[in-house]
């Protein structure tokens, strides 16, 4: 879910052995260092300047956090008082704070928290496996919209934002759906008034295909959440990006206007360094080419997964792959995940299935012979369990 590169890639180390001479740490509380203003610019760079600031810390779910609570105040800002509720999809996961719990739709995550929880709006996933008959995934995608189409059209006056994770709900099974979802939201969210904010903390920085996963839709969120792969795996590292729309909501000399959230090693410099050099070997080495190249080879190698009487549902965006697993009666299938795991690892393979979804996320150095490997050795795994 975070490593990119391997471990020990020697431009990571390099970098980040460079800035242990310069500086280990400063509090981003009237401070900033070279490191962060670097990776502030570049990013913001990659939207085109649309979404022209970013604000830090040091998780996926602080990140979400971040996005909430700037949501509703700069609606509090504008005078909005009301715009208080936030819309998270079926199924949805953003972390485990409290903020992120609330906006989170897995009940094995979210349910001994109840009481302290406040409140979402859930709507329905545009998950692609929800298509009826005849119908494709843009269908599954307009049907979703519609569904906060209406929930917009009856309370968009007491919404923030709505929070999506773009084209992969992750910890839901890898839940995919068409990126018309997103172009249809965001249009929804013009029209009425809403906040989008895109979780891009698992999907971002190339797993889908694109560097930013919105990008396939042509459309940019006012907030964008990026952690996990954005240091390359290497060390704590989370970020917002939001638009300037956003930054003078807060601009003034009334403090009690000001985004007052601080944590203590957000945007440590080590951290940045990483994420800098993470961003320069994407440059350098090309890798959202070479990770096509390496997607096409390891798709054609899972084809006979893709035809197997026992998987359902085979499905694939950029560096991504997911398939379930048909088993004959729920006991099996209760037990699936553990059996796949335990054989997996037996076979070398670090494959831990959610529920009977059994997916592949590599890192992005695969050789072509990894890359046939991988595939042989999973549908080995995947034929000695349903078999057992």
């Known amino acids: 879910w975070v490593n990119l590169f391997g471990h020990a890639n020697p431009v990571i180390n390099a970098a980040l052995k460079d800035q242990l001479d310069r500086l280990e740490h400063a509090m981003l509380a009237g401070f900033t ?91 329905m996933s545009p998950d692609a496996r929800y298509a009826r008959e005849g119908e494709s995934a843009q269908d599954v995608a307009r049907r979703a919209a519609k569904d906060v189409e209406e929930l917009f059209l009856d309370s968009a006056d007491k919404i923030a934002a709505i929070i999506i994770e773009p084209l992969v709900q992750c910890a839901t099974g890898m839940a995919m759906h068409d990126p018309l979802y997103l172009a249809l939201v965001r249009e929804l969210c013009d029209r009425h008034g809403v906040h989008m904010i895109l979780d891009e903390i698992a999907v971002g920085c190339g797993r889908t295909g694109t560097f930013f996963a919105c990008e396939q839709a042509g459309i940019w969120p006012d907030f964008l959440c990026l952690s996990k792969g954005i240091s390359g795996g290497y060390l704590p590292l989370s970020l917002v990006l939001t638009s300037d729309a956003v930054y003078q909501a807060f601009y003034s000399s009334d403090v009690r206007r000001g985004f007052l959230h601080s944590h203590s090693y957000t945007g440590n410099p080590l951290a940045c360094r990483a994420a800098l050099a993470t961003l320069q070997i994407f440059k350098d080495d090309n890798v959202l080419l070479r990770n096509r190249q390496r997607a096409a ?19 694939n965006v950029g560096m991504i792959w997911a398939f379930d697993a048909v088993e004959p009666d729920a006991a099996r299938a209760a037990t699936f995940s553990r059996r796949f795991f335990a054989s997996a690892l037996e076979n070398e393979l670090l494959l831990r299935p959610i529920g009977r979804t059994v997916y592949l996320m590599p890192p992005y150095i695969l050789s072509d012979d990894e890359t046939d490997g991988l595939a042989e050795r999973t549908r080995q795994v995947f034929e000695s369990v349903i078999g057992a």
């Not at 979400?64 to 700037?70: D, R, T």
């Not at 080879?297 to 035809?307: D, I, Q, T």
Request: aromatic share 8%; glycine share 8%.
């Open 297 to 315: 080879r390891l798709s054609a190698a899972l084809a006979p997964l893709a035809g197997h009487e026992r998987v359902e549902h085979f499905r």
């Open 33 to 123: 260092h070279e490191p962060v203003v670097r990776l502030s610019e570049q990013l913001s760079d990659m939207t085109g300047r649309v979404l022209g600031h970013a604000f830090y810390a040091s998780d996926g779910a602080s990140a979400v956090e971040i996005a909430l609570k700037m949501s509703f105040h700069a609606w509090r800002n504008a005078g909005l008082t009301d715009k208080q509720e936030f819309v998270c999809l079926k199924g949805s996961y953003h972390g485990e704070t409290i903020g992120a719990l609330a906006v989170t739709d897995v009940a094995l995550f979210k349910d001994a928290y109840g009481p302290l929880l406040r409140a979402s709006r859930v709507v």
